[in-house]
């Protein structure tokens, strides 16, 4: 909690993103005042939701206009902040024509914050959000390695993706920046470094990680990638946030957040497993190759898959665990949880057989059912209403449920084929995007 005299102000940049918020609800909530930046103060759907985190919060939350690329601009932004946490990172929703377009704001902004950050003179620590792709970005990777916070990711590889490249980029020139400061104006610098983040929604828009989980709900991918991910639930990774602003032992290190490695396989079975139930049907077929690479021509999240297909980068979470005390959330309940949130929150349809009334924790629901059954052990069902059941079921089938018999299959991938066909002629590779 905020401890001892006047309460620390703590600025959060980026307010609006997907960790953002998560990371401002727990300040909120452990008595921070707390300080977001906006690129839109006026927009008020994005302010509104950011607003209403913390409705019990003891200070309310500030919302100022910032811009990462106009640097005069953050020194009134910084003012009286004794914690600064990094989270904005520039990145397009289309692919750049230039990689410069990418990396000098990305470079740039984190250069502007943290020189606003020592020329306040109040800033004691500032927190960074980075990625794992800054710890190992590139395709190619070392037999039965797994990486830690000593590790790099190679700038100057071919095989390195746009988003890897500038978040590797801006992180060493964050490091480089605080080394050089003079003695007068230095602060204390942690980084975070988080996998594919998951979790509950809870700012009002969709990550492009928690797209993944939309797209196994809406089935709007007839069969799954041999993906690999680091997955992370996005509270653990708000709660490193505030670990690392707080704790003497995070300054000057990196940390690596993750719960484990997993396949897009078993992601996908195990939101099959809780919401088949509610009238969900998620593809659990794993696609050949050819078939996701001639995806990738249409889909962006494919694209971004595409390099990753077979591989499995394994990341080294021993400082989250030793040195920030977090034990990670098991992973079934980070999946479970995201799921329920895109559906509550309307990104999601809701199936018609879709129970509201859900229990938060997965194994109070588990619990639940056991009763239920118990309960229900001796009781028979009448004949109308499994044959209503019936009728809804086909019903539900056939309004969520594309048939996954293989010869129709066959013909859809074939139809795809020829359709992309044409794609193929003036398309050619498109860089990827990280999670």
């Known amino acids: 909690m905020a401890s001892g005299g006047e309460t620390a102000t703590v600025l959060v940049t980026g307010a609006s993103g997907y960790i953002a918020a998560h990371i401002i609800k727990l300040l909120l909530d452990e008595g921070y005042k707390v300080r977001g930046t906006v690129r839109d103060a006026q927009n008020e759907a994005k302010v509104k939701v950011l607003k209403e985190l913390c409705p019990d919060a003891t200070y309310p939350l500030e919302l100022v206009e910032a811009d990462l690329l106009k640097e005069d601009s953050w020194k ?28 000098k704001p990305a470079v740039d902004g984190t250069k502007n914050v943290l020189q606003a950050c020592a020329d306040a003179g109040t800033v004691k620590r500032v927190v960074i959000t980075s990625s794992v792709a800054a710890v190992h970005g590139e395709m190619v990777m070392e037999e039965g390695k797994e990486y830690t916070e000593g590790d790099w990711t190679n700038t100057e590889s071919a095989s390195l993706d746009l988003y890897s490249k500038s978040k590797t980029l801006a992180e060493r020139a964050a490091w480089d920046f605080v080394k050089e400061l003079p003695e007068d104006k230095k602060f204390e610098l942690a980084v975070i470094n988080p996998g594919l983040v998951l979790g509950p929604v809870i700012n009002g828009a969709i990550s492009t990680s928690v797209e993944i989980v939309k797209k196994l709900l809406e089935r709007s991918m007839p069969m799954v990638p041999k993906a690999n991910f680091a997955v992370c639930d996005v509270r653990d990774v708000a709660l490193a946030h505030l670990k690392a602003m707080t704790l003497s032992n995070a300054a000057d290190h990196r940390h690596i957040i993750c719960t484990q490695n997993v396949w897009f396989k078993d992601i996908a079975l195990a939101l099959s497993k809780e919401f088949k139930p509610h009238g969900y049907s998620i593809p659990t077929m794993v696609a050949p190759y050819f ?87 001796e009781e028979t069902e009448p004949k109308e209403k499994d044959e209503q059941e019936k009728s809804e079921d086909k019903e539900e089938m056939k309004e969520l449920e594309p048939e996954d018999k293989p010869e129709k299959m066959i013909n859809g991938m074939q139809c795809r084929m020829e359709m992309k066909a044409s794609v193929v002629s003036f398309q050619n590779t498109l860089p990827n995007e990280s999670f």
């Open 291 to 377: 078939a996701v690479w001639l995806n990738s021509f249409v889909d962006k999240m494919t694209r971004t898959i595409l390099p990753r297909i077979g591989r499995e980068f394994r990341f080294d979470n021993k400082r989250m665990r030793e040195e920030l005390g977090i034990t990670p959330r098991e992973l079934n309940q980070t999946l479970i949880d995201t799921a329920y949130s895109l559906i509550e929150n309307g990104f999601v349809k809701k199936s018609k057989k879709y129970k509201q009334n859900r229990k938060d924790s997965v194994a109070e629901q588990k619990n639940a059912d056991a009763e239920e059954n118990a309960e229900q052990t």
């Open 76 to 103: 009134e932004v910084v003012k009286n902040c004794s914690y600064v946490i990094h989270t904005a990172s520039p990145f397009p929703s289309t692919t750049p024509a230039n990689a410069d377009d990418v990396i």
